[in-house]
């Protein structure tokens, strides 16, 4: 159970010295409880409380770090007990048994996928490169650097040490999977010597538990958990129980986060992967590896991810500022909304398929939706004509109609008396009735 | 002859006109004849519904006989009564099957008899939606026949079914009135047994729609009384054959509504007699409970939320209502049933076509609304949606409450034919639709006569002062329950509100009138009764009830919250809070700040800082979130010594509640303009200023317990 | 410290509810785990897809497979025999577009024969899907549930606005299934179902339309949604939401601009029904995952990838 704030200022010093950075030893406990800041921003802790605080603080599962990725660090099962903290990442499967051609065009398709979705870039996170036993070390590595050569974060999945050590010296690795019950020492000791994340994994959950305690035993706890050749079923099954022994039974052993190998679960099957990758998106997978990724995958399965990992609190925003659709020119009527990325999405979506051109101003309303931040006075006449005069919309634009939305047909008369000029009219109260009075106003 | 025995006497001539038709019938065809009214699948629906019997021939007919003749019982109790009369509707469907079982058509056109399945469920499913608010029964002849058609036509226009009996058929051919299934006005047959085919609607209804099962006495009277609207018009003299009818739709639940009043003893919502036919269709309604929705507003200009935001400008401006210039005021108020007249819209003074363009003009808006479940309580929250309801009228602005509104009325509304009046059927309509719950009967009335304004303003005022003082008066101990509020839950889905009287939404915007209000509009809606009978610790505000509540309603997130504190399990927030107190430790007090205040405060965070950790329904003890209004109550953080323990708020927080908290510190402890000694802004900004202003201004909170 | 696995079932289920008649009838809930946990307890009933047809056909523009799948299909009869062969199809939802006032406009008795065709042209169960135009919806269901008497159809679905009139006629008058369709709020959904039960609809002929979004948008408040919905059935035993869940998701997926916008106008996207597959394969698999007994999808593939899916977690 984490500990409340005030548990946490009660073994602060209460000097409020600002040593840490913040104003008041209270603003520092707070933010300490919220998993802000870490304790030990504090120099004048006490040994005492720092030893208290620091196993009471000590997360469930342990966020783990690949390149500039976090994974890991959940404390809920389900985003609204709070929220999850880091988004699940892809990757694309390689195969150092694939042929050169298959495996350039591969990674030539999965790094045309490079786009941005509400401030957030959109791409292949990582490459998982596969390396079999059997495989020479010389094409290994030819394989692992046409894969590095893309800047993507690597993971090398080689369950032979001598094999893993020579590839891992010569391309920059990220994550070494393929330790298990009979060749974790030697993996791990090639793990630890380059700093790379070890990923393990086991003919049951009994055995992987097992190898995991014995490499945290040995002093190793920067780990992730490897669910490949398995069944659909039991892939599945092992996500969920590892992330609930993990946060529901306080087995920290598991407190880990786990890739998936789709590729491994429904081999060549893109459809079946990309519906898999969205369970493993909502249930416990933290890197989810395609045998391909297109833009066919990427559109929907992103913009989930963005979803699910939205913080409930934090609604997701656009920039606020002029969106033209539909080829709008400076003649085209305005129709004003908030920021709220879901209204965004909902109202541009609908006036796209009117075919009618709008310029979209989206103002900046906090994040909220229209009824929401009109009654926190966030989306009002003052807050419209501000935004008008600082975007410079009628230099920009030379219609001079503005379409409210529905539902705030109350700020109409306000609106008029602060921008005179304008025509303002007031739209429907639902997106959705957007298109027929889009197409009936023009 | 007394009541009961016009009753017994009836049913025991119609249960031996039955005994003949079947040894008649049985004579003629058979015993193994067939007996059916075609396009059923309840067979006799009466005697299947309170027997259990499936008749399919005469014999099983005949058997039949013997149970019905055991319910004519004699003991004169009133259930004697009720029982008779359901036998003797049976008997009414024995002696219509035999009727059947000699030929399948046996009315002749103008007579509807038996009706189909689909016709039941063709009329049955808007009973249930209440499209159709209910039906009536009429039987033998109205007094005159433009009484009658008077009469048809009133039921007809408020959307009341309505099935014909004996003369009623023929009165309403005399008067040329259309009939039909299609226009609602069915004419069933030319003697009272066809009765039963009334009744075969009303047990089939029950059958399909309430899933009550044959043989089930009790459920088939149930199901009638609670869901079929429907009542009985028996003109008189009345046939004791009739009154034994009478005493069946009496045992269901359909109040019988008579002009009669030779013999017949009154029996309050059962048995009413009124000689007024003009009052015939009002007293019915109300004795059936029925109430009538206004599907159409008749108004010369558009109502919708479009216009909610005109604003009307001197220019275009026919003539203004404006209280701070002259006197002018809404007012809701409660009254009986009785001294109601409902869609009474009455003016008193002069209509706009005799003001000149661009005046000002005195105008009172009172609105009497009478109920069964219309509580005082409700005025304000009905008057506040008066504004609403007048701004959405097209070239109609409205501003403000009470005695200080300010309504305007363009120039092209009224040359579209808006008057005075026009307030009133907007309002009746509204009123009647939207709180149809509580609101039975509602008259408007619109006086801009000036020194009748004057004077019932005078009146108004007393009892908005009277209004306001229930208002104080009203403390979490002098009410019996409070409320929840899970409105906020879409975003905040852990979070839930307990509304008390002293403790408003944390939104400010959700009152306990508010919540109570809409618990009795809206029963399954977000504001649930809270019972606070199970006490753990008054002073903390922690309820056993509240708990479970808690529990049920934030779907298991949260097992406890105490009101009155803000250390022990403090009551959650959404996000929506309008300020937020935090403990502030160096003074042992508590800092409060609210959402437009953008900068820092003594604690080292701002609101915003400060809403992320309380928000979202966590516990955060030391933190919460609350409305303004909860800062100069009593009852705020009571557990931890109350208001003395505040020491900062920003200074428009501070100047907006002052006059309120004082008044409270000073009841509390006998501290004057304590507003004085708690810091702001503009003193500091961090906590050792703080604790400077603190003890030079003696602040009591310093002098208190610790609080952690 | 070994590990254990510790099974997680609970005391409370999923309602049961009965789509169709005969052998291909198809059972809706029961569960007693958590959406898809099937390791924690084997499922009484596994979830179901359904294909969707509409009265007026596809414009099947850029979807040549969709194409193909209903070529030679004139009628919504031989539309929907071809739908319900598609592999991995439970039941078949029909959608009266055509029924819309702001477009076609058909009359209620053209639905009727529409409907009485398609019903009899199949024999897996159906549903029916309005033109989400509330007052021709109720008077379309009220008229369809009537010739379907018997069949065990489901209707999507009755809303705060039409329960009584839907909740009435297709419920009590007719004895169909009935969708309960409010927005994405858990309080919403349950005040629906209190007020329908109240009317005398039984709890087992309800089966809840939560609502949906496609993958991107919102689909955070689908997912909350209906985590807090299995969450309150089965852990708070909350029986107002223990009615099972069907969710419409190709109306949602289906018009995006993934799924509409032609190759030719975004060529580095690739095929249009790709994408649309795609679309409307993801967004099923996240409502199965959290929480759906069903999912209604319209492309062949979408079905045949869902149902393998399934399949491959029972």
Redesign the interface.
Known sequence: MALKGLDIFKLTPKTNCKDCGNPTCMAFAMKVAQGAVSIDKCPHMSADALAKLSEATEPPMKTISIGEHKLGGETVMLRHEKTLVNKNLFSLYVCADMADADIDAKIAEAVKVDYERISERMYVETIFVNVEETQTADRGIAVAKKAAATGRDLILRCTKPELAKEIAAAVPVKVLVGANASNYEALNAVATEKGLVLGVSGKDLGELHDTIEKLEAAGNKNLIIYLGGTSIKEAFAAAVQIRRAALKDEDRTFGYPAIVNLERLAPGDDNLQASLASLFTLRYGSILVMGRMTYADALPLYGLRQNIFTDPQKPMKVEPGIYPINGAGENAVCAVTVDFALTYFVVSGEMERSGVPVNLLISDAGGYSVLTSWAAGKFSAGSIAKFIEEQQIESKIKSRTLILPGKVAVLKGEVEAKLPGWNIVVGPNEAIQLVRFLKDYK | MRLFDRAFTGSDEMFALAEAAVTKTIDKLGADAPVAFGSTAYFLPCIYAYTGRKITKLSELKDVLEPVKGWLTRNYRLNDVFTSGIATVLAAEIIEACKYAENPTPYEEKYHGHMTDAEVRELGVPLVTQDIPGFVVIIDEAPTDAQAQVLIKGYQSRGIFVFLLKGAIDQAERCGIKMGFPVRIVPVGPGIEAVSHIISVVVRAAFIFGNVQPGDWEGFNKYSFERIFAFVNAFGPLENITVGCGAGAIAMGFPVITNDTVDVDVVPKSLIIQTNIDDLIETSLEARDIKIKVSNIDLPVACASAFEGEIIRKADMFCEADGSRKDCFELVRTKELHEVEDHKIELIGQDFDAMEVGCKINLAIIIDIAGKNMQSDFEPVFERKIHNYVNCLEGVMHTGQRDLIRIRVSKSSFEAGFRVKHFGELLYAKMKNDFSQVVDKCQVTLVTEPELVTKLRKEANEIYDKRDARLRSLTDESVECFYTCTLCQSFSPSHVCIVTPERLGLCGAVSWLDAKSTNELQPSGPCQVVTKTKVIDEAKGAYEDVNEAVSTYSHGALDKVTLYSIMEDPMTSCGCFECICGIEPMSNGVIIVNREYAGSTPLGMTFAELASMTGGGVQTPGFMGHGRHFIASKKFMKAEGGIARIVWMPKALKDSVAERLNISAKELYGIDNFTDRIADESISEDPDTLMAYLSEKGHPALEMEPMM | ??????P?TFNAAINETVLGTGAKAVTLGGQNVLP????DNTPKNAPAVGIEITDTGYDATGLPALAAFYDGAATPAERAKKAASAEGVSFVCLRFEGADP?GLNKSIADCVAVAKDVLNAIDVPLVVAGCKNIEKDAELF?AVA?VCQGKNVLFLSAREEDY??VG??VG???GQKVGAESA????LAK?LN??MT???V?AQSIVMNLGAA????????V??TL??VK??AL??N?TMLQMPVMTPVSVE?W????AIMAEADMP????QE??G???E??????C???GAESVILRHP??V???A??IA???
């Open positions: 410290m070994p590990f254990t696995a510790k997680r898809l946990y099937f390791f702001g009220s009537e009584k009139t009435a006629s009590l008058a007719y994405v709020d858990i309080n005040q209190v007020v109240q009317l005398g039984s496609a993958a991107g948008y919102g689909f955070e408040y997912a909350s985590d807090r969450a309150a852990e708070q909350d997926t018009s995006v601009k993934e580095e996207w690739g095929s790709e994408r597959i795609r679309m394969t993801v967004t099923a698999s996240a199965l995952a959290s593939a979408s045949k990838t869902i393998a899916m491959a977690l029972l």
